[in-house]
């Protein structure tokens, strides 16, 4: 891929995978050499972003979460040469590191649902390797409903964090033990994934009375309920770390991102 461009590097302060990114970059002092977008500000994106920390260079995907502070310093010094190993692979665990598309993916029971052509680049580093993107999202699309059912418990996993993880957020971090617990029940997580995977209506099945995936949603209810309580310490930690981490929360302040009530 030729160079002259700058990265752009899609973040959210609160994701842990942003902060490691951006944090790698200060350490090294190669922060100034990308541009961080703010995702929360949507409206001012103008375009579709997945997943988050999303790197561009210019209007190309070039990657997204799973990626690593060596990758973009890599990409930065115009040393890149990813290894991908098997694609379709590859664009799974892109699928399970983005709230959205996994999301999509557990509400209808089927992987063809988030087969995004931008989802493939980020995780085939497509400019980089001139790997076909177009033959993987086919396969996604073909073989949908088997390949949610190689990896349902993956997905039922990372929803599960989501779901904790927005629990904290909306209580104020004050959820315990006894809320997670009343929290489990399948009609809550269901609410919460329909709401989390749809834009509107964009996203939804066609009639989600009968088709919502109330499998895999039961199979999320009885993570929570067994393993909620181990999350959310999880969560808690993650989010302390991050917010009580004063090198990257002033950088991510003098960008303009608003931390502060």
Same mark, same amino acid.
């Given at each position: ?20 990114? #951006? ?25 579709? #972003? ?19 502070? @060596? ?6 010094? &115009? ?29 209808? &029971?089927?992987?063809? *649902? ?48 989501? *779901? ?51 499998? &895999? ?7 929570? @309920?067994? @393993? ?9 930690? @993650? ?8 090198? *990257?929360?002033? *950088? ?10």
């Amino acid at each position: 891929m030729s160079g002259g461009e700058r990265l752009k590097v899609y973040a959210h302060a609160s994701c842990y995978s942003s902060y490691s990114l #951006i944090r790698y970059l200060l350490e090294r002092g190669l922060a100034d050499s990308i541009d961080v977008v703010d995702v929360s500000r949507v409206s001012d994106l103008g375009e579709l #972003i997945l997943s988050v920390p999303w790197v561009k260079i210019g209007y190309s995907v070039v990657a997204a979460d799973p990626v690593s502070g @060596e990758e973009v310093e890599a990409m930065i010094r &115009g040393s890149y040469k990813p290894s991908i190993g098997d694609p379709l692979r590859a664009f799974v665990e892109t699928l399970l590191s983005s709230s959205y598309a996994s999301s999509i993916a557990l509400l209808h &029971g089927d992987l063809a *649902y988030a087969a995004f052509k931008e989802l493939v680049e980020a995780s085939l580093r497509a400019p980089f390797t001139g790997l076909d993107v177009a033959e993987v999202v086919r396969v996604v699309r073909v073989n949908g409903r088997s390949l949610y059912e190689e990896v349902e418990l993956k997905l039922a996993k990372v929803i599960s964090v989501n *779901y904790v993880r927005d629990l904290y957020w909306a209580s104020g971090g004050l959820v315990g033990e006894e809320e997670l617990r009343r929290r489990a029940d399948e009609t809550s997580i269901l609410s919460w994934l329909i709401a989390k995977a749809g834009i509107g209506r964009v996203g939804l099945p066609g009639n989600p009375l009968v088709l919502a995936n109330r499998e &895999g949603v039961r199979l999320v209810s009885s993570i929570v @309920e067994s @393993e909620g309580y181990r999350i959310l310490d999880r969560v808690r930690r @993650e989010q302390e770390t991050i917010f009580k981490d004063m090198l *990257y929360t002033s *950088y991510m302040e003098s960008l303009g991102f608003k931390l502060k009530a």
